[in-house]
């Protein structure tokens, strides 16, 4: 309807504008020769029709152009800042979504020892206050000390050994300057714990656990391994397996595009998964 009507217009005024050249400007402005000479191409030379049509219009098309050139830029600018809102919201639901999951996990392991009668159940919520006090205050930050993150899961290393005493063989080594590189919060957590949750269990016959964080340059290269436990896929409450190691994905989507390799691999009785990440 627009263009209809924007040629409509656009023939309207090109026509009167010719009717007011051929009529009134030239018989009233110019010599008898010239008036004889113009009459004489007649009133539809399309020359002096496109010159008429550009007069009106030329101002018409740059205004135009203006205006749609500063709503292109508005409307970009929107475009960015609702992609960035949707980003942020995306990576504040994947954040609380590993607060949940964790603490499930974590309370699952102090139930267990409580109907166990052991002794080491305050020492494990003293360790489960520890890590949901980082969780809480030290995560909201977009990035932390890599340190800090080791500190993390070293905590939740204890945690777990706290269940199950000397039953697994458990390993986690660091090498590399870790205290001056910097991440985003909780990306190593989620692959620890998912050692523990789905590769342990009961079973903790010939059991283990071997995790690897190295850093070299601006890479960080962490390799995790472990046993696979039988029937660990879903527990009674509906957890499925890799809950956490999905939500790693996605983060590392939004938050590492082009800068990260995520490598899974399950093998027979072996879980195996490499991260190398470039920060």
Known sequence: MFFILLFVSAMFFTLLLRLDSYFVIVPTLYSD???????????????????????????????????????????SQQNQLLARENLETELKFLKSQIHPHFL??????????????????????????????????????????LDKEIRLVNSYIDLEKLRYNDDISIKFETTGETSKMEIAPLLILPIVENCFKHGISEQTNKSWIKISLKVQNNTLVLVAENTISIGSQEDNHGYKEGIGIENVKRRLQLLYPDKHELEIIKEDNIYFVKLELLV
């Open 33 to 75: 020769a010239f008036i004889k000479k113009y009459y004489t191409i007649g009133f539809f030379r399309i020359s002096y029709l496109i010159s008429h049509f550009v007069s009106i219009y030329m101002v018409v098309v740059g205004a135009a152009f203006i205006k749609l050139l500063i709503q292109w830029y508005n409307s």
């Open 104 to 145: 499930f996990n974590t309370l699952n392991n102090l139930y267990a020892l409580t109907l166990k009668k052991s002794d080491k159940a305050p020492e494990t919520v003293l360790k489960l206050s520890e890590l949901l006090d980082f969780m809480l205050y030290d995560c909201n930050a977009s990035k932390i000390s």
